[in-house]
T-cell receptor, first 113, second 113 residues
Framework: AQSVTQLGSHVSVSEGALVLLRCNYS??????LFWYVQYPNQGLQLLLK??????LVKGINGFEAEFKKSETSFHLTKPSAHMSDAAEYFC???????????FGTGTQLKVEL | EPEVTQTPSHQVTQMGQEVILRCVPI?????FYWYRQILGQKVEFLVS????????KSEIFDDQFSVERPDGSNFTLKIRSTKLEDSAMYFC???????????FGPGTRLTVT
C-alpha cells in the first residue's frame, strides 16, 4: 500500500529565505509523486510531478523537488520565499501514475516579512 | 485555460437527507475522481470512474455513496442519507488518457447539521 509522510505541519520562513518542505513516501512499485498547493478557499493546484524521468523536477512559481529513491523522499524547495507562497502544500503518491492519489497530511507554509 | 468546475460551492443539509454534488470535468478528460477533505485532515480518495464504471473505490465509499455521469459533461456524487461525519470539502478531479496529472476543482463544502 502507498503512503506519504509530511514532516512538519507548519513551517515558517522569512521572505527571501529558502523554503524546504519534506515528504517521504512508501510504495510497493515505482511511484509517481506530486506536490499540490492549496490557497485559502481554493482547490488543489499541481505544482510539479515526478513520473520516472529526471529526478530533479522543476515546477511552477520557482519550486522544484528532487526524487531520492534511496531515501524514499521527494522534498519540495524554493530558493527564495515570497509572501504569495503562503499556502498549504500537499505531497501525494500514485502507484501507476493515473491511479488514485494518496495524500500526506499537508504542510502550512507561513512567510513572514 | 480549461478547468474543472463544481457546484454548489457550499451545501448545507440536514442529517438523513440526500445530496448530489456536481462536477463538470475538463471536456477531453476521460478519468474522473472524487476526494474529500474533512476539516483539518488530509485529502482522502473516494472513488475513480472510467468508461461509465467505477474503477476503484475506498472503504469510505460505502452503499450510501454513488457516482454517475448522466450526460457528456457532468459527473455527480450522491450521498443517499447524509451523516454528520459526511461534513467535509468534496473535490472532483479529472485527467486525460495517458496523462498522470489530475486536475482538481475548487471543491464543494458540505455541512451536515
Amino acid at each position: 500500500a502507498q503512503s506519504v509522510t509530511q514532516l512538519g505541519s507548519h513551517v515558517s520562513v522569512s521572505e527571501g529565505a529558502l523554503v524546504l518542505l519534506r515528504c517521504n513516501y512508501s510504495s510497493s512499485v515505482p511511484p509517481y509523486l506530486f506536490w499540490y498547493v492549496q490557497y485559502p478557499n481554493q482547490g488543489l493546484q499541481l505544482l510539479l510531478k515526478y513520473t520516472s524521468a529526471a529526478t530533479l523536477v522543476k515546477g511552477i512559481n520557482g519550486f522544484e523537488a528532487e526524487f531520492k529513491k534511496s531515501e524514499t523522499s521527494f522534498h519540495l524547495t524554493k530558493p527564495s520565499a515570497h509572501m504569495s507562497d503562503a499556502a498549504e502544500y500537499f505531497c501525494a503518491v500514485s502507484e501507476g501514475g493515473g491511479n488514485k492519489l494518496t495524500f500526506g497530511t499537508g504542510t502550512q507554509l507561513k512567510v513572514e516579512l | 485555460e480549461p478547468e474543472v468546475t463544481q457546484t454548489p460551492s457550499h451545501q448545507v443539509t440536514q442529517m438523513g437527507q440526500e445530496v448530489i454534488l456536481r462536477c463538470v470535468p475538463i471536456s477531453n478528460h476521460l478519468y474522473f475522481y472524487w476526494y474529500r477533505q474533512i476539516l483539518g485532515q488530509k485529502v482522502e480518495f473516494l472513488v475513480s470512474f472510467y468508461n461509465n464504471e467505477i474503477s476503484e473505490k475506498s472503504e469510505i465509499f460505502d452503499d450510501q455513496f454513488s457516482v454517475e455521469r448522466p450526460d457528456g459533461s457532468n459527473f455527480t456524487l450522491k450521498i443517499r442519507s447524509t451523516k454528520l461525519e459526511d461534513s467535509a470539502m468534496y473535490f472532483c478531479a479529472s485527467r486525460t488518457s495517458g496523462s498522470h496529472e489530475q486536475y482538481f476543482g475548487p471543491g464543494t463544502r458540505l455541512t451536515v447539521t
